[in-house]
């Protein structure tokens, strides 16, 4: 488990010093993913819109939510922000320094999380909604667009 902690604390570091342009944005995405959102909002707004992407909601957090149980059962790690605390493998205070959000100061078990991986199934839910109602307008027009600029006949 101490390999797995310590490739997840270099990826940690690696988004936040890297992309700390984006935090804000970030943030705002892991927000409006919560999995908590999906029976009070994103289901009741889906199924309204269509019946069979609402249900896809709901089964993505049932299946995602059982799934990071069984995980965390089997797992049982601490959350990066522990476990550089309490590791022996840092030696003489050279814990890597990470920056700590609402959304990371939870307790129990945090590997894997359960928030990154119901925020990822809510956000592939809508997004491949979203484009399943774009997508057939868009690739005929790109494809009429793309023949036209080739001189083809259509």
Same mark, same amino acid.
């Not at 868009?138 to 027009?141: A, E, G, L, M, P």
């Given at each position: 488990m101490d390999f797995l902690h310590r490739n997840g604390i270099l990826v940690i570091q690696h988004l936040q010093k890297d992309y700390r342009a984006y935090r804000d944005f970030l943030n705002f995405m892991s927000s409006v993913g919560d999995p908590r959102n999906i029976f009070s909002v994103y289901f009741p707004l889906w199924f309204q819109l269509n019946q069979t992407v609402g249900t896809k909601m709901i089964w993505v957090a049932v299946i995602g =939510?059982?799934?990071?149980?069984?995980?965390?059962?089997?797992?049982?790690g601490h959350r990066p922000y522990w476990w550089v605390q309490e590791t022996q493998i840092y030696?003489?205070?050279?814990s890597p320094w990470l920056e700590?959000?609402?959304t990371t100061c939870e307790t129990g078990p945090g590997s894997p999380s359960g928030h990154a991986m119901g925020s990822s199934c809510v956000w592939y839910v809508m997004v491949t909604a979203a484009l399943s109602y774009t997508g057939g307008r868009? =690739?005929?027009?790109s494809v009429t667009l793309h023949r036209y600029a080739c001189g083809r006949s259509i």
């Open positions: =939510d059982w799934f990071n149980l069984i995980f965390k059962w089997i797992l049982f030696t003489n205070h050279s700590q959000f609402p868009i =690739d005929k027009s």
